[in-house]
Each structure stands twice: as C-alpha cells, then as structure tokens.
C-alpha cells in the first residue's frame, strides 16, 4: 500500500547541515521532508494509522490509538509524519481536521482541554476557527465556556471528524485528574466526533488500570527500538540527504556495516543517538562530537533519573549495576554482586522486565537480563560524573589504534583529548569490540539455519579482522551458498594477499571463476593451488570441468584420470559430475560426439570404483541427493570433515540426476533431450548403480520436456521428491 509521496520526491534532492539537523530536530518544527529523508523501519505503521484515519471520514467509526516508548524512539517523528500525511492528501485533509495539541502546555481541568483542543484549530485553520470568537468567549464563566465549546465542537464535526493529536498523555491525563478524564471519555463516548492519536513513554495507570475511566480505551502500540538494519539506512538516509556520498558508500561496506552492528549493540535502537552520532561519522574534529553528545546526555539524564526513582531501592541497585555492567547478567551473578539473596533478585528481575526496564535472554536453562535501555548508562555516568563511557566506546568502534594514535597528536581540545586517550588506552588492553559481536551473530545463524547470512557475517568479520581464513570464509560462503561469485572472488583475493600460499583458497577462486564461465582464469587458479599442493584433489578435478568448457575434451578427460591418481580412499569429492554431464550434454555438436565423451566419462568412474574394491555395486546410490543441493563447480569445504570411501559410481549416477537442474530446456528440442537419455542409457544399462538414477534421469528429462508433473505421477513420493530437488521444484540449502 505505501505509496512514493511528494515529500518523498523531494527528500531525494533535498540537503542540509548538521546543526540544522542536530540542533533544531525538533519533529513539529522540522520541514516534513528532512522527517520523509529519514524515516526508516515504521512505513507500514504509519500507513496502518493512515487507515485507521481514512475509515476514521470515510465511515465516521473512530479509532483511538496509543503510541508508547522511551526518549528518542521516534514517537514525535511519527506523530509529526502522521500529520503531514494528512494534510498532504486531499481526500483526507477535506474530511478531516487535526488538532495537534503542544506538548509543552499544562491543563489541569477539562474546560481548558477544550480551549486547547479549539486553539488548535484557529492555529491550523485560521479561515475556519475565529481565534477572536474563542478570545471573547474566554470573558465567560468555566462552565458557560465548557459547554459553548462542547456544542460548538459536536456541532462542527457533525459531518467532517475531528483528529487530536496528543504527546505526552500521561502528562494530559495526569492534570485533568480522574474526574476530568471521565468528563472526557464520556463527551468521546456520547459524541463521537473525535478521535485521539496520542504517545507517551511508558504504558501508566490511567489506561491500564481497571479502575480507571480509560482501561480498555486505547488501541496500545509499543514503538520498538530500530533493528540493525532500521538502524544502517537511518545513518544511509542521514548522509544522502547531507549530501555525503562517501559516507553513503562507506555504510554499505562489510567495514561500515561492522561499525553500525557495534554502534547498534552500543546504543540500543535509539533514534536519537544515530541522529547525534550521524553527525560526526565523517567530521575530522573530535571536538564537534563531544559537545553534542554530552548535550544528548545531560538532555536525557533528568527522565532516567526520574525513572529511577519510580522503582525501589532494591530494583534501583539492580539496573544501576547493570548501568555498571555492558552486555547480560544472570539473577545469580547480580545477588553475588549486591550481597543479596538469589530468590528476592529474581523476583524483582522479573518485575523490572515486566514494566520495561530490563530485558530477558535465555540460555539454556538460565534467564540472563540486560537494560532495554542502554541510554540509560548515560544517566548513571552523569551522575558519576567520569567520562561518558558510551562516547568512550564509540570512538573505539569508529577509529582504529592507529587513527586513535595519530588523533592524540591532533591538538583536541582538553575534553576531546580525554576521550581519545581514554578510548586509545582501553584498545590496548580490550579486543575489538565488533569482532565478538559477529562472531555472536555467526554462531547464533548458523545454530538457526540462516546459512544465507553467513557470508555476509564472514565479510564483516573479515573486515575487522582482516585475517586470511575470515576472508576465505567469507569467499566460500558467497561462492557456496550465496552464489554471488563476484563477491566470492573479492574476498578470496584479499585471503590470498594476505596468505599466498594458501592452496584452498586459489581453489575457491577457481571455481568461483568457473561458475562465471571464466574458463582460462579458473585453470590458472587450480593449476597455481595444485602448484603449492600437489595433494590438493578437488583442483585436479575441477580442471576437468573447466577444460570441458573450452572443449578441450581430451585433456579434460586427462585431467579426471590424474584425479583419480592422486585421490585416496577418504577424498570425499570426485569431480562435480553434474555440471561434467551438462556440459556434453550442452556442448557437443552430435549425438555421437555425445555418446562418446558419455562412454569415456562412465568408463573412468568405472575403473576408479574397481580399483577402489568396489567389485559389488553400491546400493545406496542415490543416497548423496537426498543430502544436499549441488554446491557450486569444485568449491573446496570450509572444514573437511573425513567421510567413508565413496563409490566413484554411485557418486557418478548421484551426478547424472543431479545434472537435470542444469539443462535448459530452452536450448534444445524434445528430440535432442531424448538423446541424452538415449546416450546414457546405451552405457549404464546393466549397471546396478545407474538403476534408480537412469530412472529418474529419464522422468527429469520428461518433465524438462513438458514442464508438467503429470509426469511424476508413476514415481513413488522419496523418488519424486529427489527430482523435484534436483530440477530445483524444491530447493533444499546445502549443508556445506
């Protein structure tokens, strides 16, 4: 439903300045296209509002909604694109009018809700409310002026509805007492004329009190923090519409995406952090990041410790430790640390998750908490008054020891120079803070199966490591699973520079090579790993393939019997025999070119599984394709776990079936697929590992044929499973 507004448009082309952005970024105040630049993660909450408020005219229904979540979430940004949506579309301007109430005006009863409530509509339709009317009426009693403005608002909004836009409800609903509140929802309930779009920090006691005249009122909605990656396109979309395209380039590298994981796990998913910090990714002076971040602390450090003081003293000491203490903590630990009894802290680490100050991990069978707000170190650090152990961490994330070294030689001033020594000191003694964090992430999706985020993780890694083996991981991955092999070669080449003799790796770039149909390239590269590791049997192999796409048959064929020289009985790869098939298949001119090359291929597993001692046919042939999709041309593992003797025939017709997943039916007619058919079955006939695989084969080719799976119908379910595996119908990630 989300549509591309003009705001939107003109984002694109819009610039601004950093103080402009940091210091006046107060949402109601802010032009609507910095708030449309910079809006991330909640487009589809606010279309979810903006159909509440169409149904809102459009049927007369009214909808009460409330919006709740710490400092710097981004309730004013939201409430303040609510209205401009509003206001921007025609239809809805036309039938509706918003009363956006200030957040900064005090009431304590409910006729002055009502003169706020019509001021509002003189401030934003002056045509249609007499601000002078409303001045002389204030000549009235409370009451007389209560009830004139009651009639006066149902009346108006007989036909067109009244939105209220209320932040801070709490505050609201804290003045005008219970008494007023009731007088409230009753004028809502008996006259629904209007309805509230309101925010506050936390859920209170008037809305979900039982006993309260607003339980059950309002539709609740828990803004949550911005994800990691809500988190990267707010400092993208910051820096486009700053106009800083080298920082733009420099977020969307592995290195920038590391930095913004550990900024994230710094920070929380504040809004207002990456907006302070966003200021600072590309300043060369230290000096204006220190000003504004001391300023976000000391404009943040009044409601933390007013929070604070809402819980006990007991609960009090337990976030205040965890203030102490960056990353998770179990109930255990926390009553070593405060001298308490085990039982009374989990009692009240309960409570504390439950009213939002804390947040709860499992690990195994332990509960681990930590803050649900990280900001609020910077209260507890204030108050300390020490140095602001966030800003600390901050430049460790954002500089190198050796930047850091060259900034303390800069002339910082006094301050800034405090936060670089501090920062520089502590990189000596403490790793770096991104690499535990991937390595978190890495463990944490692979036990979760998210083989697809793995290279990524790799690349980010490697980033900060900048170690080899990272870097070959992070080049299998992309090769292996991602399929991107343009980003594979990437990183294989920065593991060679840094290891040049790593066989493994100039492998994995031959192959990512071959898949790129970079035939020449890819032989250099197996032939330079088979030059530093004659053992290596996966690169003398793999140039049997790469010497069949440059129809270099014969010593394509060479090369396969060299393989099988050097292989021993534990080697667990033989070749990748489907893409050998598919490219005779693709690549010979005639059936009989086609039949031959079959024969000899045949012929060399053959041999290689009698020389093996497999004199007695294999009868798990198809075993290897229930296992696994198949991997890219030649990749060598990431680990190389040993496996039992595999039969070179066995492992041969697996390749056949899988083979199926390479043809293009595009490229040849139905006559030419059935010779490959034909071809093959003139060879394996009689041999009982090509049983099941001719079979299938010849059902894949069937269905490549007439696209139908009419054609499975003869096929029990594990065979037609097998195929629709193999022809990608159903796509299984490998395991590798």
């Not at 994800?227 to 380039?249: F, M, P, T, Y």
């Not at 086609?594 to 053959?606: A, C, E, F, H």
Request: glycine content about 6%.
């Amino acid at each position: 439903m989300s549509k591309k507004t003009p705001a939107k448009s003109a984002a694109a082309q819009l610039r601004f300045t950093d103080e402009q952005f940091i210091w006046r970024f107060s949402p109601n105040q802010t032009e609507p296209e910095l708030l449309e630049a910079i809006f991330v993660g909640r487009e589809s909450l606010l279309e979810n509002l903006l159909e509440k408020i169409a149904e809102v005219a459009s049927s007369g229904s009214t909808h009460h909604v409330l919006l709740y979540g710490p400092r710097g979430i981004g309730k004013s940004h939201l409430t303040a694109l609510l209205h401009h949506r509003i206001r921007g579309d025609d239809k809805l301007n036309d039938a509706i009018h918003i009363a956006w109430l200030n957040e900064d005006e005090t009431t304590t009863s409910m006729v002055q809700l009502l003169v706020r409530i019509y001021r509002a509509l003189c401030n934003a339709y002056p045509d249609e409310y007499s601000a002078e009317w409303l001045n002389e009426l204030l000549d009235e009693s409370p009451g007389e002026i209560a009830d004139v403005l009651k009639h006066r608002l149902i009346d108006r909004f007989e036909k067109r509805k009244l939105v209220i836009l209320v932040e801070n409800l709490n505050l609201l609903f804290d003045g005008l007492g219970t008494d007023g509140q009731q007088d409230l929802r009753t004028l809502l309930q008996e006259h629904p004329f209007a309805s509230i779009f309101a925010t506050s920090q936390q859920l209170f006691k008037a809305v979900n009190d039982r006993s309260e005249p607003f339980f059950g009122f309002f539709q609740s909605i828990q803004l949550q923090p911005l994800s990691l990656q809500d988190a990267q396109q707010l400092l993208v979309n910051i820096a486009a519409a700053k106009g800083q395209n080298d920082l733009v380039a420099f977020l969307n590298t592995p290195d920038g995406r590391g930095r913004v994981r550990a900024i994230h796990d710094l920070a929380g998913g504040n809004h207002r952090v990456y907006t302070v910090l966003s200021g600072f990714a590309t300043r060369e002076s230290l000096d204006q990041l220190v000003v504004p971040f001391k300023k976000m602390a000391d404009d943040l450090t009044p409601y933390y410790q007013e929070r604070l003081r809402w819980i006990s003293p007991l609960q009090r000491q337990i976030v205040e430790l965890l203030c102490r203490v960056h990353g998770t903590i179990n109930p255990k630990e926390i009553a070593r640390r405060l001298l308490l009894d085990q039982r009374s802290i989990g009692k009240q680490v309960r409570e504390l998750a439950q009213i939002g100050y804390l947040t709860s991990t499992k690990r195994g069978r332990e509960t681990h908490y930590e803050l649900s707000e990280p900001l609020m170190r910077l209260a507890f650090e204030v108050k300390e008054q020490s140095l602001l152990g966030m800003l600390i961490e901050f430049l460790r994330i954002w500089y190198r020891p050796d930047e850091m070294q060259k900034l303390r030689t800069a002339g910082l001033s006094h301050s800034s120079q405090a936060y670089v020594d501090a920062a520089w000191e502590r990189s000596q003694t403490h790793p770096d803070p991104r690499v535990k964090l991937i390595q978190d992430e890495l463990d944490r999706a692979k036990s979760e199966g998210r083989s697809h985020d793995l290279a990524a993780l790799w690349e980010e890694k490697a980033a900060a490591t900048n170690a080899a083996s990272d870097w070959f991981q992070a080049g299998y991955y992309f090769g292996t699973v991602n399929k991107s092999f343009t980003n594979s070669i990437d990183c294989l080449d920065k593991s060679i520079e840094l290891e040049p003799k790593d066989a493994a790796a100039w492998n994995n770039k031959g192959s990512s090579l071959h898949n790129l149909g970079r035939y020449e390239d890819a032989l250099s590269c197996y032939g330079k790993a088979i030059q530093l590791d004659p053992k290596i049997v996966y690169s003398r192999f793999n140039r049997s393939g790469a010497l069949f796409g440059l129809h270099r048959w014969d010593e394509g064929f060479d090369a396969i019997r060299s393989a099988f020289d050097h292989a021993d009985a534990s080697t667990d790869f033989l070749g990748d025999v489907a893409s050998m098939f598919s490219l005779i298949f693709r690549l010979s001119e005639t059936e009989g070119q086609i039949q031959s090359r079959v024969d000899t291929l045949v012929d060399l597993y053959q041999q290689a599984a009698v020389e093996r001692g497999f004199s007695r046919p294999n009868r798990r042939a198809l075993g290897r394709v229930a296992e696994a999709a198949s991997t890219p041309y030649g990749t060598g593992p990431s680990s190389r776990p040993t496996r039992p003797a595999l039969n070179p025939l066995a492992y041969l017709a697996d390749g056949l079936v899988k083979s199926l997943g390479k043809i293009d039916p595009e490229n040849g007619t139905a006559a030419v697929m059935e010779s490959y058919v034909k071809t093959v079955q003139n060879r394996v006939v009689g041999i009982l590992e090509f049983q099941i695989a001719l079979r299938l084969f010849r059902y894949g080719i069937r269905y490549q044929i007439s696209r139908k799976e009419s054609e499975f119908v003869e096929l029990i379910q594990p065979e037609r499973h097998i195929l629709r595996q193999a022809l990608g119908i159903e796509r299984i990630e490998s395991n590798h």
